[in-house]
């Protein structure tokens, strides 16, 4: 079975709404217009006519935290406020996004910002759920997997209203009074001496930070404000999700993916500038978009993605 097809019939099953999307997060439909569903039928329709479709969900108002500076801004709320409660969290290729149910709180599609590098997402907007691609072609993953908890009040209270996002970003700038965060500092200093010797099971890091009080969220936040290095390792049976903290590192890991996403696609435009003027000898032939097709195929056929005038992506 297509694996995405595969997940969107999970998440229905979990009675999650589910809608094929492009890689942007848009929504996939003849007409323009197409509402999240958690019907079977409906999602096993959607998969088969766009098989490489991504997965979206709408419902939920989303706390899109990107980088360091983001965790930064996340950490001094939760130190004014109070910590958020564990939910339902996807890793982006940016930092991460944290789901929360609405909860009666009126948050419009374009959200606002709580500060500096976190943005909110109202419940009708859509947001990609795993195994989907955004457009650096960089996978989300969860982080962890569980039904989102409702949004606590203090969020929808402490939106910024989009004219006053300015200046409220300078006064943040303004105050350099620390916030206290004691909890993600021991949570730091735990992976500090759990991957000092070297690389670790990301199960067994985690059995070990529950056990020492730590709570997966913020255990996951210390990581991604570390920069620990997250990759699957081994074959088959045997293959799981390694930790390893590099000595010197600044960036989280997906940075590190960006980047090699940039390099390769400088390398691919480098050789497609050179292809163009001699398609036929490379084995290579122009699309009608001006891109190449043939020996390397693009990541998503002209059939399923490119729109025409009349009934949008086919």
């Known amino acids: 079975m297509n694996p995405r097809l595969r997940a969107a019939l999970n998440y229905a ?32 329709a959607w998969w088969t006519r766009w098989p490489r479709a991504n997965i979206g969900t709408t419902g939920v108002v989303v706390l899109d935290v990107t980088g360091r500076e983001g965790e930064r801004t996340l950490a001094a709320l939760e130190g004014k406020y109070g910590e958020l409660p564990e939910t339902r969290v996807v890793g982006t290729a940016q930092g991460r996004q944290i789901h929360f149910l609405p909860n009666g709180a009126a948050v419009p599609s374009d959200g606002g910002k709580l500060g500096p590098h976190v943005n909110v997402l109202g419940a009708s907007q859509s947001v990609l759920l795993p195994p989907s691609a ?11 997997l569980m039904q989102p908890v409702p949004l606590p009040g203090w969020v929808a209270q402490a939106l910024i209203a989009p004219e006053t996002q300015q200046e409220k970003a300078l006064a943040a700038k303004q105050d350099v009074t620390p916030a206290p965060i004691g909890k993600l500092e021991a949570a730091k200093r735990f992976l500090q001496e759990a991957l000092g010797n070297g690389a670790a099971k990301s199960e067994t890091i985690e059995r070990q930070a529950v056990n020492a ?4 969220k913020t255990i996951y936040r210390a990581r991604n404000i570390m920069g620990v290095e997250v990759k699957k390792v081994g074959f088959g049976a045997g293959q799981h999700w390694e930790w390893r903290l590099l000595e010197g590192r600044t960036t989280p890991k997906v940075a590190k993916k960006v980047v090699k996403k940039k390099v390769k696609k400088a390398i691919f435009e480098s050789l497609h500038g050179t292809l163009r003027n001699q398609p036929e000898a490379s084995g290579f032939k122009a699309g009608e978009n001006g891109g190449l097709y043939g020996a390397i195929p693009p990541p998503f056929p002209d059939a399923e993605w490119q729109p025409d005038a009349q009934k949008g992506l086919q």
């Not at 890689?23 to 007409?31: V, W």
């Not at 955004?134 to 962890?144: A, F, I, K, N, T």
């Open 13 to 44: 099953r979990r009675g999650w709404p589910v809608l094929p999307c492009a890689p942007d997060g848009t929504a996939i439909s003849e007409d323009g217009a197409c509402e999240a569903s958690a019907d079977e039928a409906v999602v096993r």
């Open 134 to 144: 955004d457009e650096s072609g960089v996978r989300c993953e969860w982080l962890p």
């Open 213 to 216: 009080g730590f709570s997966k």
